[in-house]
């Protein structure tokens, strides 16, 4: 376990398991600033696409770029995934480390693809099972460490992983959270609420919602963010659902289910 000390970033892996996710009234007006930044970031992408006038019909990424690793450590990542979540959510796991390697190629940040790649597979492991005023991603976190320590992976680089699916969850994750932590918060904004969207090329983006099927996504991410927010109140879950609308704002994502 990470030590956690009280000057700990909102939605680091010390944060969190220091504070179970929930957030102080100073903690939610830190966030507001960086939830509207994304909301309004959310708009302007859909207007453009709409408009056919957005970025990604001008970029184009190299296809190897976006390739999953091929480490013996990430093939066993993948299969614990497969046994830990649904179709579902698999696909999105899958997505989000797909869109976080996108925009990365796009931005020119580099990044560690193993570790991005495991803190994507075992992201949302915890979400399914719900504990009462314990944020999912303690136990995502929980999963990936046992894992980690399982293939006798150093603890700084199991952290980072830790760390990563802990900010995931929160408003304005920025580089200076580390570039993984950074790639994952922004590729599972792309397919839980369309942010960046509007940035991956056309062609990309078909391809992998071709490669990695939605499955009716929306309503189950929805359904799952909802039982969330009430069984941790003032977590962060509840945060978007309250500020952010967050059952309005996965409809309106530029994908179909």
């Given at each position: 376990m990470s030590q956690?000390?009280?000057t700990d970033p909102i939605g680091s892996i010390g944060w969190t398991e220091r504070t179970g996710g929930m957030l102080t009234a100073r903690e939610c007006l830190t966030l507001a600033p960086p939830l509207l930044r994304g909301e309004l970031s959310i708009l302007a992408g859909r207007l453009a696409m709409a408009l056919r006038v957005h970025s990604g019909r001008r970029s184009s990424i190299?296809?190897?770029s976006l390739a999953h690793p091929d480490s013996a450590l990430a093939k066993d990542a993948g299969v614990a995934a497969q046994d830990l979540l649904t179709p579902v959510l698999l696909n999105h796991s899958s997505r989000a480390y797909t869109w976080g390697a996108a925009l990365a190629a796009l931005q020119g940040i580099t990044f560690d693809r193993e570790l991005l790649y495991l803190a994507a597979m075992f992201h949302d492991t915890g979400i399914p099972s719900p504990v009462p005023e314990v944020d999912f991603t303690v136990r995502s976190a929980a999963v990936a460490r046992e894992f980690t320590d399982s293939h006798h992976m150093?603890?700084?680089?199991?952290e980072l992983v830790a760390n990563a699916i802990a900010m995931h969850h929160t408003p304005g994750v920025g580089?200076?959270?580390?570039p993984e932590a950074y790639l994952l918060s922004a590729g599972a904004?792309?397919?839980?609420?369309?942010?960046h969207s509007n940035q991956i090329p056309d062609a990309v983006r078909q391809k992998v919602i071709h490669q990695y099927?939605?499955?009716g996504f929306k309503r189950e991410f929805a359904r799952l963010l909802r039982t969330e927010a009430k069984q941790?109140?003032?977590g962060r879950a509840w945060y978007l659902h309250r500020f952010a609308m967050s059952d309005l704002s996965i409809r309106l994502a530029p994908f179909r289910d």
């Open positions: 956690p000390r009280s190299d296809p190897a150093p603890a700084d680089r199991r580089l200076d959270s580390g904004s792309v397919d839980v609420f369309g942010l099927p939605r499955l941790v109140p003032r």
